[in-house]
């Protein structure tokens, strides 16, 4: 994907993906932790996440066609090599939110993998272990995605804002 309505395209998927990755991260620290969120939310959080997987690169392809077509600087060269990054991060939260999910279809009653339970639904070591693991998954790609953004932020902006305000002229009158 190139552009949309004339705009580059990574300008404008950059933002899911800046919202629905933290949102991801949030809801599999919730479904990890929180019995009630999991049974309600497990499913839709590994849709989510899956679905943020899938954009990921789309964006990053993006991102990438954009950089061929502005001035090269080191901000930038930083910010794409830290984009390239946001993949893992989203493979990550994906892989526990299946885990999360295919836990609770455990404890649900549903038998999987020839009869035998994988997951352990029922033990508190496993959850707290779960749950650990989702927290710094999530806190992990929470940090690479503020990375990413803050990067891509001063790419684009640095060098172009003054800190008085601009002269405008008035429009004409009719």
Do not use: C, F
Not at 29 to 47: C, E, I, M, S
Not at 87 to 95: C, P, Q, R
Not at 131 to 146: E, F, H, R
């Amino acid at each position: 994907m190139t552009t949309v309505n004339g705009l580059p395209a990574h300008v404008l998927l950059v933002h899911a993906i800046v919202v629905l990755l933290p949102l991801s991260a949030l809801l599999l620290v919730l479904t990890a932790a929180w019995p009630a969120a999991r049974r309600r939310l497990a499913g839709a959080n590994l849709v989510l996440s899956a679905a943020t997987l899938v954009l990921t690169p789309v964006t990053t392809d993006a991102g990438e066609w954009l950089e061929r077509r502005v001035p090269s600087s080191a901000v930038l060269r930083d910010h794409t090599e830290l984009g390239d990054t946001a993949v893992w991060a989203a493979l990550a939260v994906t892989a526990m939110a299946l885990a999360i999910w295919w836990r609770q279809r455990e404890a649900g009653g549903r038998r999987t993998l020839l009869s035998r339970r994988v997951l352990a639904p029922q033990s508190a070591v496993v959850t707290a272990t779960i749950t650990a693991v989702a927290v710094v998954v999530a806190g992990l790609a929470v940090a690479d995605i503020y990375r990413i953004g803050d990067s891509g932020a001063k790419a684009a902006w640095e060098g172009r804002l003054s800190s008085t305000p601009a002269e405008r002229q008035a429009p004409p009158h009719r």
